[in-house]
């Protein structure tokens, strides 16, 4: 697995994506991508740098503990650390959680997980869909294992909210802000929902799931 950039310390830096741009056409257009990741992204990785760049104590620490607790930052930057840097950290599992089509269905312990918690794929799928499509706003969907029930659940993140890595691993998150599809479908979202599944890289977020239900195991 590629390096996580919640362990990653000041000055962060834009993570190149593992496809190229046309790579995820036509479910995502590259004109979509490249500005997603290249403007949109960077714009987060940026300002999440300039915030971070007077605080010597707050450059020691990694991204994960910066979000931990967003109470405990100093008030002037709270916010700059708190939207900037989840929009980092959101961003870079958006870009692993796809891959050049066709996505093959996860297999193994994620596969069994879904069944489990959800009754089926194609019932995980529906509810995911609906989630994300009901979002009001911007923000994103995450499929996240939760450490103490050991349960997979979906859950709906305003703005540049994370999951907090100590308590749930995000298995795989869909960004539902308009600049994640506007050029293409505009208005319509649950076109871009339904083109993100052909998409999803279910390989890594199984490895995602197990690595995070061994270290939840412990
Ligand atoms: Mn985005």
Do not use: C
């Not at 596969?111 to 911007?138: C, M, N, Q, V, W």
């Not at 308590?167 to 802000?177: G, P, R, S």
């Amino acid at each position: 697995m590629s390096a996580n950039v919640a362990s990653q310390t000041f000055p962060f830096e834009l993570p190149e994506l593992t496809y190229a741009y046309e790579a995820l056409e036509p479910h995502i257009d590259a004109a979509t991508l490249r500005i997603h990741h290249r403007e949109h992204h960077a714009a987060y990785v940026k300002k999440l740098n300039e915030a971070l760049a007077m605080d010597v104590n707050l450059q020691k620490l990694t991204l994960a503990q910066l979000l931990r607790d967003p109470a405990n930052l100093p008030e002037p930057i709270r916010a700059a650390v708190k939207n900037n840097g989840g929009g980092h950290l959101n961003h870079d599992l958006f870009w692993k959680s796809m891959a050049p089509a066709p996505s093959t269905p996860p297999r193994g312990a994620l596969g069994e997980a879904i069944d489990r918690d959800f009754g089926s794929l194609e019932a995980f799928r529906k509810k995911f869909s609906d989630t994300a499509a009901r979002h009001f706003a911007s923000g994103w969907v995450a499929l996240s294992h939760d450490h103490a029930s050991r349960k997979l659940a979906i859950v709906d993140l305003k703005d540049h909210e994370v999951l907090q890595g100590g308590d749930a691993t995000a298995v795989l998150i869909l960004d539902v802000w308009e600049h994640a599809y506007y050029l293409k479908h505009q208005h319509r979202r649950p076109a871009f929902i339904e083109a993100f599944w052909n998409i999803v890289d279910w390989s890594r977020a199984a490895e995602r799931f197990a690595h995070g239900a061994a270290s939840a195991a412990v």
